[in-house]
């Protein structure tokens, strides 16, 4: 292993290997280039301390998520609402001519104490305190938020409902309340663009054939859905193939599709010494290529955003949950542009 350090970069090649650059300069920008939106998921409290941050997402990005601000669990933490952050973020977003996606409206893991506690068995009353939260939120983004993901993650892992969601347990039919959602809010702003949200479509596949079942019901009783989003948490273990062939299967229903949530783990072992050396940081390369490629393959009409989950490696929520060294995005610690990000840029068309 020689490694070779320019200023602060220290730049890994293996033995055996040619020398690659690891890191990339551009002419065009992500958003410059792309002709739909590219976005991240953004937290507040670095937009507000990290200057860098901010110039590298302006930069590169047209569109904002907030990885947790527009989640119930910070809107409706107590009985009181804080639009707070998440004011910030539509505040940003006016100033830096980007869009806000909403995430997300109804989320079984985003529901605060409070408010499950007091539902009980009531059916009646959790509705009308979901209609109320949609309705509210809604309201006071209307004309911000351009899109929304009104539900989030409902299927399980091995398809049907979620068991240890109290809205599939105590519903009569979960699948009617969701489009009831929807409509709430549809009705609410109808500009906004609505989205179902999930994971795992490419390794999953009886959950995937409960998402397609899921909206095929929700369209054929015509409550307003406009579109997927597949999150894409994926890994280099995960062959590019199946996620093509799932991608292309959900895409088959017809609505826009957005890749959510994207990231690409590369430390497949969690090893503690894993470092990206030159020829994996090509792989990962290799892989936001085809999936750009993929994305760019659909129909023109179903195209909508790419978002990927996190703006630096500095910054991703896979060092807690993954493992401490993982570099899963398109610009490194540095807010140097990888060669993932060259894969990306790439394949747009
Ligand atoms: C899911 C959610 C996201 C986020 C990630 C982990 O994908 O949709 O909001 O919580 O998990 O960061």
């Given at each position: 292993m020689i490694y070779a350090c320019t200023g602060e970069e220290t730049i890994v090649f293996v033995e055996?290997?040619?020398?690659?650059?690891?890191i990339v300069e551009t002419d065009l920008t992500l958003k410059q280039k792309a002709k739909f939106k590219i976005g991240a998921a953004i937290k507040t409290s670095l937009l507000e301390s990290e200057p860098e941050y901010v110039n590298a997402l302006v930069e590169n990005y047209n569109q904002i998520t907030a990885e947790f601000e527009m989640k119930m669990e910070v809107l409706?933490?107590?009985p009181d609402y804080n639009f707070e952050p998440a004011d910030y973020i539509t505040d940003f977003a006016e100033t830096n001519n980007m869009d806000v996606h909403g995430h997300?409206?109804?989320?079984y893991r985003s529901f605060p104490a409070w408010f499950t506690l007091h539902q009980e068995n009531d059916t009646i009353a959790y509705e009308s305190k979901i209609k109320e939260f949609i309705t509210t939120v809604g309201n006071r983004y209307k004309g911000k938020v351009?899109?929304?993901?009104?539900?989030?993650?409902?299927?399980?892992d091995s398809g049907g409902?979620?068991?240890?969601?109290f809205i599939n347990a105590v519903f009569n039919d979960p699948i009617a309340f969701y489009g009831r959602c929807f409509q709430y809010a549809k009705d609410v702003d109808p500009d906004a663009l609505l989205f179902y949200n999930d994971y795992g479509i490419a390794n999953l596949p009886e959950k995937r054939a409960s998402i397609k079942s899921f909206i095929e019901r929700l369209l054929d009783e015509g409550y307003p859905i406009d579109g997927i989003g597949c999150?894409?948490?994926?890994?280099?273990?995960?062959s590019l193939e199946s996620i093509k062939t799932a991608f292309d299967d959900i895409a088959s229903l017809g609505l826009l599709m957005h890749i959510s949530e994207l990231d690409m783990k590369m430390n497949t072992s969690q090893s503690d010494n894993f470092i990206l050396t030159s020829a994996t940081a090509k792989r990962q390369g290799d892989i936001y290529e085809f999936i750009v490629n993929m994305y760019e393959d659909?129909?023109?009409?179903?195209k909508y955003a790419i978002t990927t989950w996190?703006?630096?490696?500095?910054?991703?929520w896979l060092t807690d949950f993954?493992?401490?060294?993982e570099y899963p995005l398109l610009?490194?610690?540095?807010?140097n542009k990888k060669l993932s990000y060259l894969g990306f840029l790439n394949s747009l068309r």
């Open positions: 055996g290997e040619e020398p690659l650059e690891t409706w933490g107590s997300s409206l109804v989320w351009r899109s929304w993901d009104v539900v989030n993650e409902v299927i399980s409902l979620r068991d240890e969601e999150q894409f948490h994926y890994s280099a273990s995960n659909l129909p023109e009409n179903q996190g703006v630096t490696d500095k910054y991703t993954w493992h401490p060294k610009l490194d610690s540095n807010y």
